[in-house]
């Protein structure tokens, strides 16, 4: 029933078989099975650990397995049970049976009997459904407790930090980023290390996860004093991002989109007669030939490298959006297909996104691809001197979301599709690596565990523009960040809608402006109204799209310019502290933006905070989230005193406070009155 081999604590009974071992201080990673065998050759998300040798101890009812802070006890009948150093329970395996040796096991350890354990119910913790075919639907089930607070999981457009009570896809989609990595309050950070589509239910009565279809169970997890610690232990299993290159933590401009070349330049050149800091400019989707030719239209981008040129004696980087989609009349399109490069579909015809035609999708997760697609990038984009990439669409973003009609090189869309924004990003990573670009950095619509690893900045999708979708994003770029993707961004006063004329909507583009200031990257975007037609709507190339109405800080009226132009001015001048944050991001894996209690682990009330945040250690931000808010309540964590950026007073931490709210400033309290207060 249990046995050792090669440092695993193995567990067997009947047809189904259990691996513990040690993955990383303090740290375990679980396996399971009802197969021939594990598969020891596919890590997913985790990377391979340090060489750890855990303590196993067995007995004649049970197996313990011991690293450092983290203890995990088996029983006879294969439950687990994982413990922290000071021998508190922090996760147990749900499990209602009629053997009583595991509850006997249990009073021995000091626990409580609940007699609602010993069970005519039947249910397991571990259950593998056959499917036919050969694989299983796999649910692991693990005992609530109600009280319990958790964090992470990505993003989903929600208004909730704490995900106590939710229940998640996993899956992606635009705007929905599935990163299965929580952090919880009891001490553990836990990685569902599986990337099949699936659900996960964080209920009162039990935390169920579930994969529709899976060879084996796979996850991670670890024990930590604190939310920083349990964060470090993460980003050493799954990978810390690259170091932030320097133009990218300034202002970026963008919109639906630039449609010629002497269009953007002119906007550029705009920035730089005003004298207003601009870091890089955006060519948005169809630039291009068509979907799949990776190349720019010379109708309309006639020199890219004169363009290029311009821009670099500017001091602005250029970024290009790639898409993974491959129109029928691409020239691209049928050596893909014959060299089985794209997405292939179980049933129907083969089109998969249909916009400006019937396109296919790339198929990221096989090596051929990433090879064949960066060659055509790389000789159409990257020899002409630009360096960073938007990887839209992502997810992929497909017609229609049958996730059991897809089928990739790694194996079907419902077994393994959650992985492959990071195959996508690893496409460019890997290809802009072997020519020598250290510090990489590209935009992308979606993310999995590991994702940050291949340089992935994500953003937070197409996002309506209102104060309603603004407080999602803040709950979703705090628990991407736990997550363990520390660069996140958002499109600033949201992508779909929003006239800039409107004085409405120009009170929320001010108010996300202002947030965005203080986010890992500022990223201006959107598809504003009134809508331009096409340029050349019955011709493919790059005239064939609309564009939106003008998006730059200019464009938002007298009584917001100056108060944009602040702020632009208040990013440019932390630029320095928003490099120390991206040095800790690269070299221990802290997210640069996280909510309070990740700092004041100590403090309860700031487990409860979720419309405040801090940027760094010592930029406390209370965004205004609601309209025509002239004053919100904000509070200041104990143990240190906290300054207002704007009005310069003082208080000490442990209190709410009640700020008032002008439209040009919003609430920015500076720890223990460091140098960063005399920007503001």
């Known amino acids: 029933m249990f046995r050792v081999e090669h440092n695993k604590l193995i567990w067997e009974y009947d047809s189904e078989k259990v691996s513990i071992e040690a993955w990383g201080e303090s740290s375990l990673r679980v396996r399971g099975t009802k197969n021939m065998s594990l598969n020891e050759t596919q890590n997913w998300a985790l990377l391979d650990p340090d060489a750890i040798v855990a303590q196993i101890q067995m007995t004649e009812s049970n197996a313990v397995i011991t690293n450092a802070k983290i203890k995990a006890i088996v029983s006879n009948s294969g439950k687990i049970t994982f413990f922290n150093q000071k021998n508190e329970v922090i996760l147990e395996e749900y499990m209602r049976t009629r053997i009583l040796e595991d509850f006997k096991e249990e009073a021995a350890i000091g626990e409580n009997l609940n007699p609602e354990f010993c069970s005519a119910l039947m249910v397991t913790a571990r259950e593998f459904k056959p499917?036919?075919?050969?694989?299983?639907?796999?649910?692991?089930?693990?005992?609530?407790?109600?009280?319990?607070?958790?964090?992470?999981?990505?993003?989903?457009?929600?208004?909730?930090?704490?995900?106590?009570?939710?229940?998640?896809?996993?899956?992606?989609?635009?705007?929905?980023?599935?990163?299965?990595?929580?952090?919880?309050?009891?001490?553990?950070?836990?990685?569902?290390?599986?990337?099949?589509?699936?659900?996960?239910?964080?209920?009162?009565?039990?935390?169920?996860?579930?994969?529709?279809?899976?060879?084996?169970?796979?996850?991670?997890?670890?024990?930590?004093?604190?939310?920083?610690?349990?964060?470090?232990?993460?980003?050493?299993?799954?990978?810390?991002?690259?170091?932030?290159?320097?133009?990218?933590?300034?202002?970026?401009?963008?919109?639906?989109?630039?449609?010629?070349?002497?269009?953007?330049?002119?906007?550029?050149?705009?920035?730089?007669?005003?004298?207003?800091?601009?870091?890089?400019?955006?060519?948005?989707?169809?630039?291009?030939?068509?979907?799949?030719?990776?190349?720019?239209?010379?109708?309309?981008?006639?020199?890219?490298?004169?363009?290029?040129?311009?821009?670099?004696?500017?001091?602005?980087?250029?970024?290009?959006?790639?898409?993974?989609?491959?129109?029928?009349?691409?020239?691209?399109?049928?050596?893909?297909?014959?060299?089985?490069?794209?997405?292939?579909?179980?049933?129907?015809?083969?089109?998969?996104?249909?916009?400006?035609?019937?396109?296919?999708?790339?198929?990221?997760?096989?090596?051929?691809?990433?090879?064949?697609?960066?060659?055509?990038?790389?000789?159409?984009?990257?020899?002409?001197?630009?360096?960073?990439?938007?990887?839209?669409?992502?997810?992929?973003?497909?017609?229609?979301?049958?996730?059991?009609?897809?089928?990739?090189?790694?194996?079907?869309?419902?077994?393994?599709?959650?992985?492959?924004?990071?195959?996508?990003?690893?496409?460019?990573?890997?290809?802009?690596?072997?020519?020598?670009?250290?510090?990489?950095?590209?935009?992308?619509?979606?993310?999995?565990?590991?994702?940050?690893?291949?340089?992935?900045?994500?953003?937070?999708?197409?996002?309506?523009?209102?104060?309603?979708?603004?407080?999602?994003?803040?709950?979703?770029?705090?628990?991407?960040?736990?997550?363990?993707?520390?660069?996140?961004?958002?499109?600033?006063?949201?992508?779909?809608?929003?006239?800039?004329?409107?004085?409405?909507?120009?009170?929320c583009f001010i108010r996300w402006f202002q947030y965005a200031t203080f986010c890992p990257v500022m990223r201006l975007h959107g598809f504003r109204e009134p809508i331009t037609p096409p340029l050349t709507p019955d011709k493919l190339g790059g005239g064939v799209c609309e564009t939106g109405a003008e998006n730059e800080i200019w464009s938002y009226g007298e009584e917001a310019y100056p108060i944009l132009k602040r702020f632009l001015f208040i990013r440019e001048g932390i630029k320095l502290y928003v490099k120390e944050q991206m040095q800790k991001a690269h070299e221990k894996g802290i997210p640069p933006m996280r909510p309070l209690f990740y700092d004041f682990p100590e403090d309860v009330k700031a487990w409860e905070i979720e419309d405040q945040y801090l940027f760094g250690p010592d930029i406390l931000v209370a965004p205004i989230l609601y309209e025509a808010v002239n004053s919100r309540k904000v509070y200041l964590p104990k143990g240190a005193k906290w300054t207002n950026a704007f009005t310069k007073e003082s208080f000490e931490g442990g209190k709410e406070i009640e700020c008032s709210v002008l439209l040009d400033s919003l609430p920015i309290f500076i720890k223990n009155d460091k140098d960063i207060l005399e920007i503001f």
């Not at 990163?179 to 290390?193: A, R």
């Not at 996860?209 to 920083?228: C, N």
């Not at 984009?381 to 990887?391: A, E, P, R, S, V």
């Open 131 to 507: 499917i036919l075919g050969g694989d299983y639907a796999l649910t692991m089930r693990f005992e609530s407790k109600k009280d319990e607070k958790l964090y992470g999981m990505g993003q989903y457009q929600q208004e909730f930090l704490n995900l106590k009570g939710c229940t998640l896809e996993l899956a992606q989609r635009n705007s929905q980023a599935s990163v299965p990595f929580l952090m919880s309050n009891l001490g553990y950070g836990f990685l569902w290390n599986n990337p099949a589509i699936g659900e996960v239910n964080f209920s009162n009565n039990i935390t169920q996860w579930k994969a529709y279809a899976t060879k084996e169970l796979d996850y991670w997890i670890t024990a930590g004093d604190t939310p920083d610690e349990i964060e470090q232990a993460y980003a050493r299993a799954t990978g810390r991002v690259p170091m932030m290159p320097d133009y990218a933590m300034g202002f970026w401009q963008c919109k639906l989109r630039y449609r010629t070349q002497e269009e953007l330049l002119n906007v550029a050149r705009e920035y730089r007669r005003r004298e207003l800091p601009l870091s890089v400019i955006v060519i948005d989707y169809f630039h291009w030939t068509n979907q799949g030719d990776w190349k720019f239209d010379k109708e309309y981008w006639p020199d890219v490298e004169g363009m290029i040129k311009e821009l670099k004696e500017m001091g602005i980087e250029l970024m290009v959006s790639i898409w993974p989609t491959v129109e029928a009349r691409s020239e691209n399109y049928q050596e893909m297909l014959e060299k089985g490069l794209l997405i292939r579909t179980e049933r129907g015809i083969r089109p998969q996104f249909l916009y400006k035609g019937n396109s296919a999708i790339i198929d990221a997760t096989n090596p051929h691809t990433r090879s064949y697609v960066w060659s055509k990038i790389k000789e159409n984009y990257y020899n002409k001197g630009i360096k960073t990439f938007w990887l839209d669409e992502a997810e992929p973003e497909y017609e229609a979301y049958d996730f059991d009609n897809y089928r990739y090189y790694l194996g079907p869309n419902v077994q393994i599709g959650n992985i492959y924004p990071t195959k996508y990003a690893q496409m460019l990573y890997e290809g802009m690596e072997q020519e020598g670009q250290e510090n990489i950095i590209n935009l992308l619509r979606c993310a999995w565990a590991g994702s940050q690893r291949y340089g992935a900045l994500v953003w937070s999708g197409d996002i309506h523009s209102s104060f309603r979708s603004m407080r999602n994003q803040l709950a979703a770029g705090l628990n991407m960040g736990i997550a363990g993707i520390p660069w996140w961004t958002t499109d600033i006063g949201g992508f779909h809608g929003g006239d800039p004329k409107d004085e409405k909507f120009r009170e």
